[in-house]
């Protein structure tokens, strides 16, 4: 039976709590910071959304710049790229704990990267078409459909059916990838041609700079 205090239904009340995000969910957001101006660094940083505060994040396994990151409620995986190499870092936001992933398909260079609760799309770059699917669930890196052009400098963001990548390489270029199905079809152009740009979404609306 419902238990009511103060016009409050305190069962419904709890039920809420129980379906709160955690933590990593919507708490925190993790940046590496790449190159310091004079060198390529391990640097990451923990920003806290609340409070507006930010606190040093445990370092990546190696020095990396131009890399690309996304990941789930419980980790974050970076692609770490320096010289040519193909390492992956697993952040976990619980613990602040850092670990080796697998590894790309190739070497990566100015890709970018999003995903869903399950999988991670990374666009390798490079002046390339390639792209990898990282799951999370058994670290398990396989092939995902290639893009239309080959890209660079792009950027990449997306909802829990789609992603969206800026194709970059000063081009208007863009590709919706969807999740389910392993698809990928062109997406409405940007406004400008892009390169070394950004994006984010709120799960409705992505926005690319």
């Known amino acids: 039976m419902a238990i009511k205090v103060s016009g409050?239904?305190?069962s419904n009340l709890k039920m809420r709590s129980l379906n709160l995000p955690p933590p990593s969910d919507a708490t925190v957001g993790i940046f590496a910071t790449g190159f310091n101006g004079t060198n390529n660094t391990t640097t990451?940083?923990?920003?806290?959304?609340?409070?507006?505060?930010n606190s040093?994040?445990?370092?990546?396994?190696?020095?990396?710049?131009?890399?690309?990151?996304?990941?789930?409620?419980?980790?974050?995986?970076?692609?770490l790229i320096?010289?040519?190499?193909?390492?992956?870092?697993?952040?976990?936001?619980?613990?602040?704990?850092?670990?080796?992933?697998?590894?790309?398909?190739?070497?990566?260079?100015?890709?970018?990267?999003?995903?869903?609760?399950?999988?991670?799309?990374?666009?390798?770059?490079?002046?390339?078409?390639?792209?990898?699917k990282y799951t999370y669930a058994g670290d398990i890196n396989t092939s995902a459909t290639a893009s239309t052009v080959a890209s660079v400098y792009g950027s990449a963001t997306g909802n829990s059916t789609v992603g969206i990548f800026a194709i970059g390489d000063v081009s208007v270029t863009r590709n919706k990838y969807t999740y389910s199905g392993d698809?990928?079809?062109?997406?409405?152009?940007?406004?400008?041609?892009?390169?070394?740009?950004?994006?984010?979404?709120?799960?409705?609306?992505?926005?690319?700079?």
């Open 183 to 209: 698809t990928n079809a062109s997406a409405t152009a940007s406004s400008a041609p892009s390169y070394g740009g950004a994006a984010c979404s709120n799960g409705t609306t992505g926005v690319n700079s």
């Open 44 to 53: 990451r940083d923990k920003y806290l959304y609340v409070g507006d505060v």
């Open 82 to 132: 320096f010289g040519n190499i193909s390492t992956r870092d697993k952040y976990t936001y619980v613990g602040d704990t850092n670990t080796s992933a697998t590894s790309s398909s190739s070497n990566p260079y100015a890709g970018s990267a999003t995903g869903n609760s399950t999988v991670g799309i990374f666009a390798i770059g490079n002046t390339s078409t390639t792209r990898d």
């Open 8 to 10: 409050l239904n305190l």
């Open 56 to 79: 040093s994040a445990t370092a990546s396994s190696s020095v990396s710049i131009y890399g690309s990151a996304t990941g789930n409620s419980t980790v974050g995986i970076f692609a």
